[in-house]
């Protein structure tokens, strides 16, 4: 590695710390946030009348007698669309009327038989606000009802992205009337086969198959409930397919495994892409316990540049970006949730930690969580904004980080930052690190500073005055600091964007890292052991060579 910087007592705050012994463990976590189970939002209170998005699944209720529920959304010409309403409790059959921007009624849906599932599929041809009505008819009954609107086509909004020759497992269907959809890309003239089969419960997980114009395939739903459903489809179109799986009937639940193999032709998953992300506000306070709550961006920028001998990528053009979600990287001690939100409304849609397709060039909106499960200190926190098909976007410090500070810390006087240029690097691309120590003033106090890189074996490379050395982790002893007997007193602020750069080889040690730097009270590790008490601030990011 090549290491920038001269050795300066301030200079050398700016160094990564480790997580100084076993006691900084729990600071270098990456909480990952697991996909929650759907829930349906409740409607507002009568009179019903409220604004909803493609992915929204409602709960409401027709009361009383001869109540009529009003919807509404934005749609645009050629929106592929899906009104399923199921009833979920008493006797009303829960029918649904879809009206254009103009009032005119495009279609509704009723069933005779009184099942209580009632669907539309529908093409809208004009841009505007389209109204839905729910309506028990005939039978002048009450009861609840789930009301789920999704778009197939241009994107769905939500959907799993699935790869060739891959078996998801622990697939949902955790509502009446829930539908869960799949995206996959799709190459003309290939022969593919899409499977998905029960594992629990007793919903049958029926299939459905649609072109990337949102026209449907092919479909397979099993009359005698067996549990497997399978699609085997030549493709006639380029570009992103979608899958939708639901329950026969629409009135059961349970777990199902999807499955996705190509059988014969060109069978290329998702074309690479770019993204670009945006954080908002740049800096929040919270209370132990209370969560922070921000704004969030993930921008389809466009395809990223394709291999050199990859003419199919290079031809295609920009991409759909898949499966899009967020990860807390810095290690801080919180609960880290996100839910996307309607760009128009700002309010949330689908459910949490559930990622969102994004066509190329459009942006999606996230709600972002934070909740401290202890005090720290202002901390620069970054995330990791990616999708199944894109790397992580470009982290920029006060674009897309946060700065969080949790409760009312004992002592803020010296902070400590630090930060890479992105969190993997493959063969070739070059590691930038760097980062800062702010010291707002610590009467008597002195400071050892440490920097340096925790490796996968678990050495340690210290940066010290006269160079590199190496130590291990679980030996105290073997630290080695870069500047000792640093006075606080005096408050100072540095900061150094290019700690060291290296650009990674092929030879270079694969797994995760840690770029560290800390502080710790003067000679406090000079027994080879190391107090809670003495640590004045540490500061570490994760990054990985796969």
């Given amino acids: 590695m090549e290491f920038h910087g001269t050795p300066r007592i301030r200079a050398s705050l700016l160094r990564w710390v480790l997580r100084l012994a076993l006691v900084c463990l729990p600071l270098l976590a990456i909480p990952l946030p697991g996909e929650a189970a759907r829930v349906a939002r409740p409607c507002k209170p009568e009179p019903t009348d409220e604004v909803i998005s493609y992915g929204d699944l409602i709960a409401c209720e027709i009361s009383p007698v001869g109540d009529i529920d009003t919807f509404r959304f934005a749609g645009l010409p050629n929106d592929k669309i899906i009104i399923l309403s199921v009833r979920t409790a008493g006797a009303a059959n829960p029918c649904i009327e879809l009206y254009g921007p103009d009032g005119v009624l495009i279609a509704s849906a009723c069933d005779f038989f009184n099942s209580g599932t009632n669907r539309i599929d529908a093409s809208l041809q004009k841009a505007g606000t389209h109204t839905i009505l729910v309506l028990a008819r005939g039978n002048g009954a009450t009861g609840t009802y789930n009301l789920t609107l999704e778009r197939i086509s241009p994107l769905t909004r939500f959907g799993t992205a699935l790869k060739y020759g891959q078996t998801l497992s622990g697939q949902t269907i955790d509502l009446v009337g829930d539908l869960k959809f799949f995206v996959f890309s799709g190459t003309k003239d290939s022969r593919i086969s899409l499977q998905a089969v029960r594992t629990a419960g007793t919903a049958n997980p029926c299939v459905e198959l649609y072109k990337p114009d949102g026209v449907l395939v092919s479909s397979a739903c099993d009359f005698f409930n067996s549990g497997t459903n399978r699609i085997d ?128 060039g459009a942006s999606q909106s996230f709600a972002i969580s934070l909740t401290p499960t202890a005090a720290f200190c202002p901390t620069d926190v970054k995330f990791g904004f990616s999708c199944s098909n894109a790397g992580f976007a470009d982290i920029l410090t006060g674009v897309n980080t946060l700065v969080l500070t949790a409760g009312s810390p004992a002592s803020c006087g010296l902070r400590t930052s630090a930060n890479v240029s992105q969190p993997t690097f493959a063969a070739g691309q070059t590691l930038i690190a760097g980062g800062s120590a702010t010291n707002s003033g610590l009467p008597g106090t002195a400071a050892d500073f440490y920097v340096g890189i925790l490796r996968p074996d678990n050495s340690i490379q210290f940066f010290t005055s006269t160079g590199i050395v190496v130590g291990n982790v679980a030996n105290l002893g073997s630290f080695r600091p870069i500047a000792v007997n640093v006075p606080l007193t005096t408050p100072f602020s540095v900061s150094d964007p290019t700690v060291f750069t290296h650009q990674r080889t092929a030879g270079d040690l694969q797994g995760s890292y840690v770029f560290f730097v800390a502080a710790v009270k003067t000679g406090a590790l000079a027994g080879g052991t190391l107090a809670n008490d003495q640590i004045l601030s540490v500061a570490s990011t994760p990054y990985s060579f796969p």
């Fill in 233 to 360: 489809s030549t493709l006639t179109q380029d570009g992103t397919h979608t899958l939708l799986v639901e329950a026969r009937g629409f009135v059961a639940t349970g777990t199902y495994t999807a499955t996705l193999q190509c059988i014969i032709g060109s069978c290329t998953d998702a074309i690479p892409t770019s993204l670009a992300a945006a954080v908002s506000p740049p800096t929040l306070s919270a209370q132990v316990g209370t969560p922070a709550t921000a704004s969030a961006t993930i921008t389809n920028t466009g395809s990223a540049d394709p291999a050199p001998d990859d003419a199919l990528a290079a031809a295609a053009g920009p991409s759909n970006a898949l499966s899009c979600g967020i990860v807390q990287l810095t290690g801080v001690p919180t609960q880290f949730a996100y839910q996307a939100t309607d760009l128009a409304t700002n309010q949330p849609i689908g459910s949490p930690n559930t990622p969102a397709n994004i066509l190329p």
